[in-house]
């Protein structure tokens, strides 16, 4: 009997082994968890404070290009007039926009009419920005 004994005891040691494994295992996994948690809300703070950062130089640029009197510093004076180039392009690209949208209305809609002296759409015999008579075009 002491065989067996010896058998039984040696099948819970490798059982209690196999079972204190898996506790460390399962430890190690919810400790690498916590870590990748916790690395995660690191890498979210910093994105965060950068994102402020950012938020924070915008605004001072927008104070700087509206608000800032005086002679614009060399450091920045390139800058400056690419973002006043920008806005003068975006004035240009929002009109040609507006243009085409109202070509765009007056094509779905062949009672609209534009006005030959001001260029607005209408559908009605005089132009309601100036007066003038819209059949004047045709
Ligand atoms: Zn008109």
Redesign the pocket.
């Given at each position: 009997m002491a065989f067996l004994d010896e058998l039984t005891k040696k099948a819970k040691d490798i059982a209690g082994a196999a079972a204190e494994k898996a506790k460390d295992l399962a430890e190690v996994a919810a400790e690498k968890a916590k870590d990748a948690s916790d690395n995660a809300k690191l890498k979210v703070a910093i994105l965060s404070e950068e994102r402020e950062i950012e938020k924070n130089c915008k605004a001072i640029g927008e104070w700087f290009v509206s608000e800032y009197e005086g002679e614009i510093p060399d450091a920045v004076k390139d800058v400056v007039d690419a973002i006043n180039a920008s806005k003068a392009r975006i004035a240009e690209l929002k009109a040609s926009k507006e243009a085409l949208e109202e070509a765009e209305k007056a094509a779905e809609d062949p009672e609209l009419k534009t006005?030959?002296?001001?260029?607005?759409v209408s559908n009605s015999k005089f132009?309601?920005?100036?007066?003038?008579p819209?059949d004047a075009q045709e």
């Open positions: 006005c030959p002296v001001c260029g607005a132009c309601p920005d100036c007066g003038a819209m």
